[in-house]
T-cell receptor, first 113, second 110 residues
């Protein structure tokens, strides 16, 4: 149990376009999901906490207008990178609280060209 | 600012050797998790420790939570090439927020 599905696993987009990443809890309900960003060979940096039915809480330094988070149901949170630029290229990972701890999605590698 | 210092950041050892990874903080955590991450994938939970002084074993991996719940260690006995990966510790505060260590990149040579 406690499976989190993240889609897409990788995406390449042109600079200036927007990209949506989905995070689904498959066999449990998650009122809270988390979005992380990970640079090569570095640890995870929390970007925001996504709360079902309310606004996300963003960490300091993370632009809420650039990284739009929507948590419309107990099993789905989405992260939209708006007007993407090459510096937004990174590995984005979501997680949700399961019964044994945080369960992570498989990550999305975003490359902005 | 809460910090979770993880060391060493990189470790390259021969198959069969033992190793220990440490996570230390000045903050008290309600629980601490250890994860292993393969390149291009999300972290996979190895263990959660909750009680101060707790020791958990997972085959050749031994996890320890400090008495004061501020630090933790991961010891691997007789490391194998399959143990290669990024090991992350993560401490949970009273709320939902989790703080990650910088990670330890382990490479086990055959």
């Amino acid at each position: 149990g406690a499976v989190v599905s993240q889609h897409p696993s990788w995406v390449i987009c042109k600079s200036g376009t927007s990209v949506k990443i989905e995070c689904r809890s498959l066999d449990f309900q998650a009122t809270t999901m988390f979005w992380y960003r990970q640079f090569p060979k570095q640890s995870l940096m929390l970007m925001a906490t996504s709360n079902e039915g309310s606004k996300a809480t963003y960490e300091q330094g993370v632009e809420k207008d650039k990284f739009l988070i929507n948590h419309a149901s107990l099993t789905l949170s989405t992260l939209t990178v708006t007007s993407a630029h090459p510096e937004d290229s990174s590995f984005y990972i979501c997680s949700a609280m399961g019964t044994r701890g945080y369960t992570f999605g498989s990550g999305t590698r975003l490359t902005v060209v | 600012t809460q910090l979770l210092e993880q060391s060493p950041q990189f470790l390259s050892i021969q198959e069969g050797e033992n190793l220990t990874v440490y996570c230390n903080s000045s903050s008290v955590f309600s629980s601490l998790q250890w994860y292993r991450q393969e390149p291009g994938e999300g972290p996979v939970l190895l263990v959660t420790v909750v009680t101060g002084g707790e020791v958990k074993k997972l085959k050749r991996l031994t996890f320890q939570f400090g008495d004061a719940r501020k630090d933790s260690s991961l010891h691997i006995t007789a490391a194998q090439p399959g143990d290669t990966g990024l090991y992350l510790c993560a401490g949970a505060t009273g709320g939902f927020k989790t703080i990650f260590g910088a990670g330890t990149r382990l490479f086990v040579k055959a």
